[in-house]
């Protein structure tokens, strides 16, 4: 069992810059890929980014490509979201995801494959 418990979430301002924290707790951290996935009112869940075990690859939404940085501490085990140039349509539900089956091209993205998931932290940016 993982517990994952996201921070960080506000209210920006169009332009501006905010960095999501993702702790996790439970079975080794190391064992799983991480994943950003964020829910607007009205929205499917959307991919955003997703970090290897290792931290070695990283992949991004080509609508945060260039403005957000998935990072990892294995060490801490946390992951992060650093999250600049934001824009209004950035608004929404931020959620953290493990897991813990193996990276590949076909399943970061897909949320049904991530066996664990946080509660949440809300983003909202104004124009």
């Known amino acids: 069992q993982v517990q994952l418990v996201e921070s960080g979430g506000g209210l920006v301002q169009a332009g501006g810059s905010l960095r999501l924290s993702c702790a996790a707790s439970?079975?080794?951290?190391?064992?799983?890929?991480m994943g950003w996935f964020r829910q607007a009112p009205g929205k499917e869940r959307e991919f955003v980014a997703v970090?290897?075990?290792?931290?070695?690859?990283?992949n991004y939404a080509d609508s945060v490509k260039g403005r957000f940085t998935i990072s990892r501490d294995n060490a801490k085990n946390t992951v992060y979201l650093q999250m600049n140039t934001l824009n209004p349509e950035d608004t929404a539900v931020y959620l953290c995801?493990?897991?813990?089956?193996?990276?590949?091209?076909?399943?970061?993205?897909?949320?049904?494959?991530?066996?664990?998931w946080g509660q949440g932290t809300q983003v909202t940016v104004s124009s």
């Open positions: 995801a493990a897991d813990g089956g193996p990276y590949n091209n076909y399943r970061y993205s897909r949320s049904q494959y991530y066996e664990y």
């Open positions: 439970g079975r080794t951290f190391s064992s799983y890929t």
């Open positions: 970090i290897s075990k290792s931290g070695g690859i990283t």
